[in-house]
């Protein structure tokens, strides 16, 4: 069975009996004070792995598969060869860990502040997927037509950056572009050290 399928499989089998459940939710959530004050770091992971409710699930596995299976059994194989799925599997776990960071040193001391969903670790495999491939058409849910995966990389950051800097909603935006940096960083040098390709020059060839 493919990576991207198991990691479906294990996210719903952990979200869903916690949607009405919020002790088990309460348990496995992103809680910044929690971490810090009990020492509980695998939320950094299990935060990944519960989501508010089904059309959260739902969006976030839908976009996984699509871009996690071009990952899985196209692009990482043409690069990376017998290392791919290995590098699959780092990218989505310190993704995880790695988007949630700097919401741990913000909001450490707020007892009040907690996050869930794979949010971060799907925007990682969104834009290694786009460094990659930045030609590839994607497409908004709300714009009928398709743009070239570069354009949609930097709307996509500029509009978590600001968004986040707004605050408000509850929308972890600061994770969706933590993830999605990670992703470009992480692919960039895992192409230095496994291939002789350098992504930036070919990115910039792609794009102009």
Not at 50 to 61: E, G, P, Q, R, S
Request: charged share 15%; hydrophobic share 50%; glycine share 6%.
């Amino acid at each position: 069975m493919s990576v991207t399928l198991i990691i479906i499989i294990i996210t719903c089998i952990v979200s869903i009996p916690a949607f009405q459940k919020d002790d088990v939710k309460d348990k496995l959530l992103f809680w910044p004070y929690r971490i810090n004050r009990q020492n509980e770091y695998y939320r950094f992971i299990s935060g990944a792995l519960v989501h508010a409710d089904t059309m959260h699930l739902l969006f976030n596995m839908v976009t996984l598969y699509s871009f996690g299976m071009a990952i899985e059994n196209f692009l990482y194989p043409i690069f990376f060869h017998e290392q791919s799925i290995t590098l699959y599997m780092i990218l989505y776990v310190l993704a995880a860990i790695f988007s949630c960071i700097p919401d741990f040193f913000k909001y450490r001391n707020d007892y009040h502040y907690r996050a869930l969903g794979a949010s971060g670790a799907v925007s990682a495999v969104i834009f290694s997927a786009i460094l990659l491939e930045p030609s590839m058409p994607l497409r908004f849910f709300f714009v009928p037509i398709d743009i070239p995966g570069w354009v949609f990389g930097f709307i996509f950051l500029g509009l978590s950056a600001y968004l986040s800097k707004r605050g408000g909603g509850n929308i972890g935006h600061n994770a969706h572009f933590w993830g999605g940096v990670f992703g470009l960083v992480f692919t960039y040098l895992a192409s230095r050290a496994f291939t002789s390709v350098n992504l930036v020059d070919r990115f910039i060839e792609q794009v102009f």
